[in-house]
Each structure stands twice: as structure tokens, then as C-alpha cells.
């Protein structure tokens, strides 16, 4: 069982940044996927971000291309999550999540989830 501990939530005023973490427990085969999803009250989870530990690739959701980032520290476990420009329709609980997979933006595939960590953007 992976263990995602996600940190880096707040408030901040619309047009600011945060970078969020993602800590898994262990960096195996069953994190081949790493990914940032996002629910906000009343609304459907999202799929925000994702990134393939193989060769690096990359999704996004189109609501956040160009805004956001994501990433893994070279040699390291640790997923990234930059946002820059942060609307207020980006407020949501944000979530990590791991899979031994490919990569889907849905996060249909992904066996292990945290426990989330809130962002709030100010108008």
C-alpha cells in the first residue's frame, strides 16, 4: 500500500502562486504514475495533472495548461505541483495520486490517493 502525503495548500489572493507536494512512501513500480486531482465542493473530481516516471511525460487539463506545472526532483520521489496565475475557479481540495500504469488525466487508473490538501484563491 503507497502512502501520498500532500503539503503546500492555502490561501492566496487571485493572480498568486503556490507549489504543492506530493511524498510517496515508496518510489516503485507502483508509482509509475504520479498525478494532481482536484475536487471542488459540489463539482466532479478533475484531472489536473500527470506525469510518467518512464520517460517524463506530461497531461493537463486544459483549464490549467500554461498555469501549472508539474513535476518530480530528479532521483528524488517527490511530485511537484507549480501554479502560477491562480484563478478563483482553481479552488479546490487538490489531491495526489499513484498507480503502476500509464498515465490518464481521468485518474481512472490509480490505485492509491492521499488525503488532500485545500487551495483557496481570493478575488
Given at each position: 500500500?503507497?502512502?501520498?502525503?500532500?503539503?503546500?495548500?492555502?490561501a492566496v489572493?487571485?493572480?498568486?502562486?503556490?507549489?504543492?507536494?506530493?511524498?510517496p512512501s515508496?518510489?516503485?513500480y507502483?508509482?509509475?504514475?504520479m498525478?494532481?486531482?482536484?475536487?471542488?465542493?459540489g463539482?466532479?473530481r478533475?484531472?489536473?495533472?500527470?506525469?510518467?516516471?518512464?520517460?517524463?511525460?506530461?497531461k493537463y487539463?486544459?483549464?490549467v495548461?500554461?498555469?501549472?506545472?508539474?513535476s518530480?526532483?530528479?532521483?528524488k520521489s517527490?511530485l511537484?505541483?507549480?501554479?502560477?496565475?491562480?484563478?478563483?475557479?482553481?479552488s479546490?481540495?487538490?489531491?495526489?495520486?499513484?498507480?503502476?500504469?500509464?498515465?490518464?488525466?481521468?485518474?481512472?487508473?490509480?490505485?492509491y490517493?492521499?488525503?488532500g490538501?485545500?487551495?483557496?484563491?481570493?478575488?
Amino acid at each position: 500500500q503507497v502512502q501520498l502525503v500532500e503539503s503546500g495548500g492555502g490561501a492566496v489572493q487571485a493572480g498568486g502562486s503556490l507549489r504543492l507536494a506530493c511524498v510517496p512512501s515508496e518510489h516503485t513500480y507502483r508509482t509509475t504514475c504520479m498525478g494532481w486531482f482536484r475536487q471542488a465542493p459540489g463539482k466532479e473530481r478533475e484531472g489536473v495533472a500527470t506525469l510518467y516516471r518512464y520517460d517524463g511525460s506530461t497531461k493537463y487539463a486544459d483549464s490549467v495548461k500554461g498555469r501549472f506545472t508539474v513535476s518530480r526532483e530528479r532521483g528524488k520521489s517527490t511530485l511537484y505541483l507549480e501554479m502560477s496565475s491562480l484563478k478563483p475557479e482553481d479552488s479546490a481540495m487538490y489531491y495526489c495520486a499513484a498507480g503502476p500504469r500509464r498515465c490518464r488525466i481521468s485518474g481512472d487508473d490509480m490505485d492509491y490517493w492521499g488525503k488532500g490538501t485545500l487551495v483557496t484563491i481570493e478575488s
